[in-house]
């Protein structure tokens, strides 16, 4: 496809529950990243990867979170045990290369996740 | 740690005319890079503008220029001939030069609309 998409673009689960959450990055872009926004604020980073590793994964809030990617393209970001605090917008994007002075992030258009 | 800082959390302009977005952040690094995004209902970040710190000119695209003091470390978007299309969210980002530190940082947001 042209652009990052992402999976579901809504999803309401009860407290306790485990959800994962979808990534597709533009094709050949090597670099993944996600973030948070929780309603009216901005963008909170979590994590991101080059290649299929995660060199900085400073913004995971608990260990309840975890990502994954394979194959240098689709990721999946985990949260298990859910809390009503984890309810926000799970935005990805991707880019060409981490760190290239031409780099620029390309977002999807986001996962709505409610816990109930 | 970088912050980005967005004190006006909505703005209204009259269709065809200019508005200014304000954005100031604090870093202690020389190289970086600066962003405007738009968030639209649709969820969607779209790239407005970017402008490197080692550039003393001012990026513009089209309808969108900034101002950008990096003594003053202030970074704003002015938006010219506004439209209606222009009316969505729209965030200020930075994002660190070196390898290994590409997240980017959002301010809150600013929630722009046009009146007709």
């Known amino acids: 496809g042209a652009g990052v998409s992402q999976s579901p673009s809504n999803k309401v689960t009860e407290k306790g529950k485990d959800v994962e959450l979808r990534c597709d990055p533009i094709s050949g872009h090597t670099a993944l990243y996600w973030y948070r926004q929780r309603l009216g604020q901005g963008l909170e980073f979590l994590i991101y990867?080059?290649?299929?590793?995660?060199?900085?994964k400073s913004g995971l809030p608990s260990d309840r979170f975890s990502a994954e990617r394979t194959g240098e393209s689709v990721s999946t970001l985990t949260i298990q045990r859910t809390q009503q605090e984890d309810s926000a917008v799970y935005l990805c994007?991707?880019?060409?290369?981490?760190?290239?002075?031409?780099?620029?992030?390309?977002f999807g258009p986001g996962t709505r996740l409610t816990v109930l | 740690a970088q912050t980005v800082t967005q004190s006006q959390p909505e703005m209204s302009v009259q269709e065809a005319e200019t508005v200014t977005l304000s954005c100031t952040y604090d870093?202690?690094?020389?190289?970086?890079?600066l962003f405007w995004y738009k968030q639209p209902p649709s969820r969607q970040m779209i790239l407005v503008i970017r402008?490197?710190?080692?550039?003393?000119q001012n990026a513009t695209e089209n309808r969108f220029s900034v101002n950008f003091q990096k003594a003053a470390k202030s970074f704003s978007l002015k938006i010219s001939d506004s439209q209606l299309g222009d009316a969505a969210m729209y965030f200020c980002?930075?994002?660190?030069?070196?390898?290994?530190?590409?997240?980017?940082?959002f301010g809150t947001g600013t929630r722009l609309t046009i009146i007709p």
């Open positions: 402008q490197e710190a080692y550039k003393q």
């Open positions: 994007a991707s880019s060409t290369r981490a760190g290239a002075s031409t780099d620029t992030q390309y």
């Open positions: 980002a930075y994002r660190s030069y070196s390898f290994g530190n590409e997240k980017l940082t």
């Open positions: 870093t202690s690094e020389s190289d970086y890079y």
């Open positions: 990867f080059q290649g299929n590793s995660a060199p900085d």
